[in-house]
């Protein structure tokens, strides 16, 4: 199994060249032993990956990669002739392009002092461990809401790209990519490399600029429902449009009433000019708004793609002692580090139109 981790512990309990029998002898200072601690971080850091790959937010918008590469059609499309017994028709062959999916390992250091750890009580580690999840948490988040806001291309050896290899983000004219784009054509609409899915005006946030961007993503053959991603921010914007209907509560018992609509949890509402399913997204900034269509959690044919090492079907996060330092018999876990990899990119360049609410285009930032 390559990639993420390499030789690591992920399958045991226990770290590699750390003695359980050892572990089991030495205590903090409630008597938990050391080997309770291992498993307290263990199951946490593989409690916050199954949460990230779960979550319906980004499961809604995304699907996992293990591929460097995604390739896709572009310009014109194959046409039918009439057939004659006497000619053999010509031969066909549809154009394709593509681009790379960046992959880049994050790591976080642990570790405690012998001295500190005959001395501490388990609610001072489990506050550590709790930080390690909170900024695990924080890093996917970051990483996954910040590619659908940026029209900038990824590239560099940094970034598993390499020095020639570019990560580019949705439809976007030729001068703003490395990687030009003419999307296929779809009922009759034929596309130029200047095709745009950025788009900025300091009116930006109206329903009908929202009926134009849904447009912009039916003309390429994604039907509604979509989804649309906004800030808390620009919550009562969106709550003002005339043709905004809110989402019954679940908990709630509500009587017949067009003021209300079902939605699956995670929704605030439904906009019915555009279909679109709104989302209130924690950490997407003010001012933005992302239009896409989803075709499910972890769909191959959701915008996004998030890339792990070979081999691997998720995203995951896994601890072990810092392989610089080694493992000392008197403190095994004292240079622990916490180690991921993966990368964010865009998968079908078609499928989002992002909005920033302002005079001219700027790449957002989540948090």
């Known amino acids: 199994m390559a990639s993420i981790g390499g030789r690591?512990?992920?399958?045991?309990?226990?770290?590699?060249?750390?003695?359980?029998?050892?572990?089991?002898?030495?205590?903090?200072?409630?008597?938990?032993?050391?080997?309770?601690?291992?498993?307290l971080?263990?199951?946490?850091?593989?409690?916050?990956?199954?949460?990230?790959?779960?979550d319906s937010v980004f499961a809604s918008a995304m699907s996992a990669a293990d591929s460097p590469v995604v390739s896709y059609r572009m310009g014109t499309g194959f046409s039918f002739g009439d057939y004659t017994e006497y000619s053999r028709p010509p031969r066909s062959r549809a154009e394709v392009d593509g681009h790379m999916l960046p992959l880049k390992p994050y790591d976080l250091g642990l570790g405690w002092t012998w001295n500190y750890l005959r001395n501490a009580y388990t609610a001072q580690i489990e506050a550590d461990i709790a930080n390690t999840v909170d900024a695990a948490r924080r890093l996917a988040r970051t990483k996954i809401l910040g590619r659908p806001l940026q029209r900038t291309d990824d590239s560099g050896a940094a970034k598993g790209l390499g020095s020639g290899g570019y990560s580019p983000g949705f439809?976007?004219?030729?001068?703003?990519?490395?990687?030009?784009?003419?999307?296929?054509?779809?009922?009759g609409n034929t596309f130029a490399s200047t095709h745009e899915h950025y788009t900025a005006a300091a009116t930006s946030f109206t329903s009908a600029n929202l009926i134009t961007d849904m447009?912009?993503?039916?003309?390429?053959?994604?039907?509604?429902?979509?989804?649309?991603w906004i800030s808390s921010s620009d919550e009562a914007t969106v709550r003002?449009?005339?043709?905004?209907v809110s989402a019954t509560d679940p908990i709630l018992t509500v009587g017949s009433s067009s003021s209300v609509v079902a939605l699956p949890a995670g929704y605030i509402g439904y906009l019915t000019g555009s279909y679109a399913r709104v989302r209130v997204v924690d950490g997407w900034p003010q001012s933005y708004w992302w239009l896409f269509k989803s075709y499910g959690n972890s769909s191959m044919q959701n915008p996004l793609k998030i890339r792990v090492g070979r081999g691997e079907s998720q995203l995951r996060f896994v601890a072990f002692p810092d392989p610089a330092q080694g493992v000392s018999p008197a403190n095994p876990l004292g240079t622990l580090i916490t180690w991921t990899e993966f990368g964010v990119g865009v998968g079908d360049r078609t499928n989002?139109?992002?909005r920033y609410n302002s005079a001219s285009w700027a790449d957002g930032s989540a948090s």
């Open 240 to 244: 003002a449009f005339s043709d905004f």
């Open 352 to 354: 989002g139109v992002v």
């Open 41 to 54: 971080l263990t199951g946490a850091l593989n409690g916050v990956a199954a949460e990230i790959n779960s």
């Open 215 to 228: 447009k912009n993503l039916r003309e390429h053959g994604h039907v509604a429902p979509f989804d649309l």
């Open 8 to 39: 690591d512990t992920r399958d045991f309990v226990v770290w590699t060249g750390v003695d359980a029998s050892q572990l089991l002898k030495e205590q903090l200072q409630d008597g938990t032993n050391l080997l309770t601690v291992t498993n």
């Open 171 to 187: 439809a976007t004219t030729a001068a703003q990519t490395s990687v030009d784009f003419t999307p296929p054509e779809y009922a």
